[in-house]
């Protein structure tokens, strides 16, 4: 069973970071894109970053475009997202979740989102 553990969120003011990390279990991570994906209140869900398999080709909406960095070890099984210059709208539920395939453009495989983290940006 694919398990995804995230973590790194909390509170921070506006034009702060942070960096989220995803411990990635229960699949061959290294043959698999990864891709995070926000959702704040009464909004859809956002996919924000994706990465490929072995981390050379990364991409992003323009709404998070050289702000938000996506990177991964795929000795540690660890998929991470660094939040740069955060704004107020970047305050949602942040997810990672496995691609279908091995491109970051892969489709993401929303059935293994699990929990998340928040991140609260606010001053």
């Known amino acids: 069973e694919v398990q995804l553990a995230e973590s790194g969120g909390g509170l921070v003011q506006p034009g702060g970071a942070l960096t989220l990390s995803c411990a990635a279990s229960?699949?061959?991570?290294?043959?698999?894109?990864m891709s995070w994906l926000r959702q704040a209140p009464g909004k859809i869900l956002e996919r924000i970053a994706g990465?490929?398999?072995?981390?050379?080709?990364?991409i992003y909406p323009p709404s998070v475009q050289g702000r938000f960095t996506v990177s991964r070890d795929n000795d540690k099984n660890r998929v991470f997202l660094w939040l740069n210059n955060l704004k107020i709208y970047d305050a949602a539920v942040y997810y990672c979740?496995?691609?279908?395939?091995?491109?970051?453009?892969?489709?993401?495989?929303?059935?293994?989102r699990r929990q998340g983290t928040q991140v609260t940006v606010s001053s």
């Open positions: 990465i490929d398999n072995g981390g050379g080709t990364t």
């Open positions: 979740a496995k691609n279908v395939g091995p491109c970051a453009s892969s489709e993401s495989d929303l059935d293994t």
């Open positions: 229960g699949f061959a991570f290294s043959q698999y894109g």
